[in-house]
């Protein structure tokens, strides 16, 4: 594993790689890069050592990065967006990528992550994107995920929140929460909507989702099964809630390993 900083625009972005075991893939063959996205209020570090295991297991190179203004990452643009995962995912995503040498590649969302990904591949995918893995992902607005946020709001300013996040943001703490959180929050939010990107997505899709996410409900699957060009495969967790790769770590494990296998 290597840990550093890209610049991309006029900021830095902090990311590591984490290679995969040369005896769980062909001989010769690298194949495409495991690119991670993180959830609203995620970063680098909290995918606490999931992606070095998808790397160890498929034999794929894990690249893991924050997005702007999150983690030792710089900040850019206004911290609060209706259009904030538009940006990651048709602005500064593919700069990451270039950035980052990475040509061939899987992406590997969850939540915001996974919207991200949903509009990246639906609207500003590169020929080298091979395939997509959704956790807990966002196509619409729910009142039940509405509520969490809500939630989430009050133990920010009320509870203890704000001093856990600053342990993996730092200065950003601010900053990334607002982000996240009163982009969501915000009235006009509640039509924000991407279904549109899905009959544009080619590539395999494998969507993992827990039976009690509270940011989401079954109908978000249903409406990437409905919708995508792709061919999707949906697993539904038990015992599961809105972070599949904490809450089942193997058996996300293992379903991302056979998706992978398929793809080749």
């Keep these: 594993m290597s840990h550093s900083f890209l610049r991309v625009g006029s900021g830095r972005v902090e990311y590591e790689w984490h290679h995969g075991a040369v005896d769980a893939r ?7 890069a495991l690119v991670f996205l993180h959830e609203g209020l995620g970063c680098r570090a909290l995918w606490r050592g999931f992606p070095q295991h998808v790397a160890r297991a498929t034999g794929l190179d894990a690249f893991v990065y924050s997005r702007p203004g999150y983690g030792a990452s710089d900040p850019i643009g206004p911290a609060v967006s209706q259009r904030y995962m538009h940006d990651e995912a048709l602005n500064v995503l593919p700069k990451v990528l270039r950035a980052a040498a990475i040509a061939e590649h899987i992406l590997v969302g969850h939540s915001d992550g996974a919207s991200i990904s949903i509009i990246y591949a639906g609207g500003n995918a590169g020929d080298g994107l091979r395939g997509l893995v959704l956790l807990a992902p966002h196509v619409f607005v729910e009142p039940l995920n509405l509520r969490s946020i809500a939630k989430a709001r009050d ?15 730092g200065a950003n703490t601010t900053y990334a929460f607002s982000r996240w959180n009163d982009s969501w929050l915000a009235p ?27 940011y989401g409900s079954n109908a978000q699957i249903e409406a990437i099964e409905r919708q995508a060009g792709g061919k999707v495969r949906s697993v539904l967790l038990p015992e599961c809630g809105h972070s599949p790769q904490l809450d089942q770590p193997q058996a996300t494990l293992n379903e991302i390993v056979s998706f992978v296998k398929s793809l080749a």
């Design 188 to 214: 006009e939010f509640a039509r924000w909507n991407i279904e549109e990107y899905l009959p544009r997505i080619r590539v395999p899709i494998l969507v993992i989702q827990g039976q009690s996410d509270e």
């Design 26 to 32: 062909p001989e010769g063959d690298r194949g495409p």
């Design 155 to 169: 133990a920010f300013e009320r509870g203890d929140l704000a001093s856990r996040l600053k342990r993996w943001h």
